[in-house]
């Protein structure tokens, strides 16, 4: 069983920060991808985020480039979303997502429970 488990979501004003974390543990023989998503509401769609590699590639969505960051520790698991400069359209539920390979050889997609961020004065 693998779990993903995220931390440092809350509530901030207008141009503040957070940083979010996610830390992959279980039955896990690599991770490969590690995505951040969000979405708004329940009636939207996910949001793909942010995308980071094995090989420390990352990739970014055009309304998060030049202020959010995202990051990894392939010895831990761990994969960190640094948000600057944050707006209220950022506010939204994140989600974390790991292509995870299995020690029985196969590869799984798997997602963190969510946590909310809300950028509000």
């Known amino acids: 069983q693998v779990q993903l488990v995220e931390s440092g979501g809350g509530l901030v004003q207008p141009g503040g920060s957070l940083r979010l974390s996610c830390a992959a543990s279980g039955s896990i023989s690599r991770v490969n991808s590690m995505f951040w998503y969000r979405q708004a509401s329940l009636g939207k769609q996910r949001e793909l985020v942010a995308?980071?590699?094995?090989?420390?590639?990352?990739n970014y969505a055009d309304s998060v480039k030049g202020r959010f960051t995202i990051s990894r520790d392939n010895a831990k698991n761990t994969v960190d979303l640094q948000m600057n400069s944050l707006k209220p359209e950022d506010t939204a539920v994140y989600y974390c997502?790991?292509?995870?390979?299995?020690?029985?050889?196969?590869?799984?997609?798997?997602w963190g429970q969510g946590t909310q961020v809300t950028v509000s004065s």
């Open positions: 995308t980071i590699t094995r090989g420390l590639s990352t």
């Open positions: 997502n790991a292509i995870v390979g299995l020690p029985s050889g196969s590869t799984r997609g798997y």
